[in-house]
């Protein structure tokens, strides 16, 4: 009997797949590089999973890379962890607000503390508004700042 295949999302990079799927298994908790397999040259795929959910990079096509509107979101759950992925994953890329990073590989990262996400599904729409609000003139999310704007309170 054969196992189910499964389904991965596939990010296409112009180069560098494989070292791009060992940064992000060094970076990201729970994270790590399965397997990697070279299809010809300067040409690999590579299958990773990061924080459980399972991811395919292929490289050696110039005609493909990847999108800003494709991102891989990350929860975090405190301050420390958010600032350490902030820096790792923007470390030769760039960063925007709101969380958003694009490593040196060019992959889009929304990098999301769990209080964020818990303040926006708030019942209170006021409050996850004005936390709403905060977050868009972030580029470094600070979840104090966060939580006093949910609350109503300046910083």
Known sequence: MTDRPNSRLCIFLREGAEDAARFYAAALPDTRVDHVQPIGPNMSIVLWTCMGTRY????????????????????TLNQAETDRLRDTLTEGGSEGRCGW??????????????????MLSDPDREA????????????????????????????
């Open 56 to 75: 395919m990079l292929m490289d050696g096509n110039d005609a493909f890379s990847p999108k800003h509107d494709h991102s891989i979101s990350v929860a």
């Open 101 to 118: 990073r694009c490593d040196r590989f060019g992959v889009h990262w929304q990098v999301v503390p769990t209080a964020l996400t818990h």
């Open 128 to 155: 996850a508004g004005r936390a709403q609000a905060a977050v868009m003139g972030m580029k470094k999310i600070d979840i104090a700042a966060l939580r006093a704007a949910f609350d109503g309170r300046s910083a």
